[in-house]
């Protein structure tokens, strides 16, 4: 490992993303292809009660994401979780969280550029062949990076776009399920579950999935305009629209299919119902906008954690470089195409769940846990100032420390192998720096 590259010696990057687009940037990297499966599974847990799981599942994640909010706005810097964690409990937690966040990221888009294909198939039947697949993966990924190495303006207006469009596709699925409601009088399906204590948690435990992926977009804060005022005004936008579209979602699928719980492609059924044969083709658009616009937020926003780990010292210089025109860490970018290429190719969609469970719980709790330390640390340095911000870092560190003994970390491989590297990483690193 080398020292952090001196302000002198490197390109600096520049601040092109505004307070809307840093919201959809978040709403971006939260809503992808699990919006268009989750549904069912929760039904299937808590019944009817599901409507009612997202919202408390909302409000667990307002929560954690206010904390954010608050210790987000102390800094101006590119880092996210890696950098918030290491000013609070040093270098050692900081670099683990940046190991954590980096793999959860790789992973979770290399599992939605394989839905990607998957949802092309229904337009076009031979996607899912090795040479077809491989092209589209290759070209799919490939001009989300060259978009994003030519300059963050261009990566921006890609994610406006594609948050625009899939969070419209949504809401038409929400409106035509209202209206087919109200037209046919009824309010919830005849199907009933009757939860146990394990299934409101382990539906809990999904919804905090859904409603994870805002702390890949809180990296690039270093291009943001105004990072300290906007990041938890883009949290706070996005945590009030997901909400709300995941309540929508979640009351039309409970109310417009009979026996919810048991639905393998839930927005499609009801599309089908509420809107005739095309409404399958309408959720599959809209699949397709919801993944792409979720590869395109982290391709903006993940890289940006190598890049912040490099020039700090605690990755290798060449992840920090910045390239000479466009302003961009275009090493770091190309690294994590490449990655997620591969994982894509080689990988499958169940070897994500584990990992992200327990990485996005760990590093979340420790951003709660951190925000009263930033306080004694940095005292008057936060722009926003949490009402009652000890309280609800006590309750949001509680909900992760609550969720994660209830999971089963000992069977993670993956996880106990990011710790090692992240152990080996800071003993590589760990000499005083200048």
Known sequence: METPVAASERQELVRVIGRWSLAALIINCIVGSGVFGLPSVVAALVGRASVLAVLFGGAGAAVIMACFAEVASRFTE????????????????????????????????????????????????KATQPAPRLAILTLLLGVLAAINIRGA???????????????????IVCAAGAFYLMRTHRLVSA????????????????????YGGFEAAVISSGEAKNPRRDTAFGLLIAVVAVTAIYGLIQWVVVAVLP??????RPLADVARIVMGAGGAAVIAVGALLAVYGYLSGNMLATPRITFALAERGDFPRFFAAVHGKFHTPYFSIAIFAVLVWLLALFGNFAANATLSAGARLFYYGLVCAGLPVLRKKQPGSALFRLPAGTLLAAVGTLICLGLLSQMDLGKSLVLGVTFAIG????????????
């Open 78 to 125: 590119t880092g996210g979780p890696y950098l918030y964690v290491r000013t609070a409990f040093g270098r050692l937690l900081g670099i683990e969280v940046g190991w954590l966040v980096w793999l959860v990221r790789l992973a979770s888009c290399a599992a939605n550029a394989n839905l990607f294909v998957t949802y092309l198939g229904e337009f076009w039947s």
């Open 153 to 171: 303006r261009g990566g921006t207006h890609v994610s406006n776009f594609f948050a625009i469009f899939k969070l419209s596709a949504l809401a």
């Open 191 to 210: 199907a009933s579950v009757n939860p146990t204590a394990g299934a409101w948690v382990r539906a809990m435990m999904l919804l905090i999935f859904a």
């Open 259 to 264: 026996d919810p719980g048991h639905s393998e």
């Open 423 to 434: 152990l080996v990483n800071w003993l590589a690193v760990r000499k005083p720096q200048a």
